[in-house]
């Protein structure tokens, strides 16, 4: 049987937290969403349908904007959306993802881990090389950027192994170390004790 491929949302959820892999996964329990969920689904269809999606000044000479991208990967496992590929010549390209915000800590490595995920599929799908991943805020705001190097690719393809493992051993992992995700989380007080709330 054909492997599962994964999702830029298993990939996040796993890095909020494994035991919501566990759950979905492994018991098949698929989460319903939380009012966060609907509200962040909400706001990115808003903005994918309804908002004129500006791109900033330093991306003016990439003339070739393509939104909504299915790019996947069955080496990697991994399929998803880029929200957004710009090409200025065969070999310079952007890879952006939207977010409603920018925290002001930095880019989030989850956010990181999916752009970079993304990254990889599309250049095996031929999109050329992508030397940064980009995350811009939905209000048109400036974008930030990390770079997409080796570290950082290893680390993305790794996590997908993670992930493989945990489903594939169906081992029940250690929860988040953050109690504050358990908050907005629905296996909270129905499958799982949580983390301290
Ligand atoms: S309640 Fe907390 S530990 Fe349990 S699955 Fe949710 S986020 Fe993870």
Redesign the pocket.
């Given at each position: 049987m054909e492997k599962e491929m994964l999702t830029a949302r298993d990939v996040l959820n796993y890095l909020?937290?494994p035991?919501?892999i566990f759950?979905e996964k492994v018991l098949r329990q698929r989460q319903y969403e939380t009012y966060k969920q609907i509200r962040g689904e909400k706001s990115h269809y808003f903005f994918k349908t309804q908002a004129k999606r500006k791109t900033c000044d330093e991306w003016k000479e990439f003339l070739v904007r393509l939104f909504e991208v299915t790019v996947k990967s069955s080496r990697i496992g991994f399929w998803t959306k880029a929200d957004l590929i710009m090409k200025k010549s065969a070999d310079e390209g952007r890879i952006v993802q939207f977010k409603p915000s920018i925290p002001s800590f930095g880019i989030p490595f989850a956010w990181k881990v999916q752009v970079c995920l993304e990254a990889l599929c599309a250049e095996e799908m031929g999109f050329g090389k992508f030397s940064e991943g980009y995350i811009a805020p939905y209000n048109g705001g400036k974008p930030e950027c990390f770079e997409l190097d080796e570290g950082m690719r290893k680390t993305a393809t790794e996590t997908i192994k993670k992930v493989e493992k945990l489903i594939k051993d169906e081992n029940f992992p250690e929860?988040?170390m953050y109690s504050a995700?358990?908050r907005d989380?629905m296996?909270?007080g129905r499958m799982?004790?949580?983390?301290g709330w």
């Open positions: 909020y937290c035991r919501i759950y929860g988040t995700r358990c989380c296996y909270r799982c004790e949580g983390r």
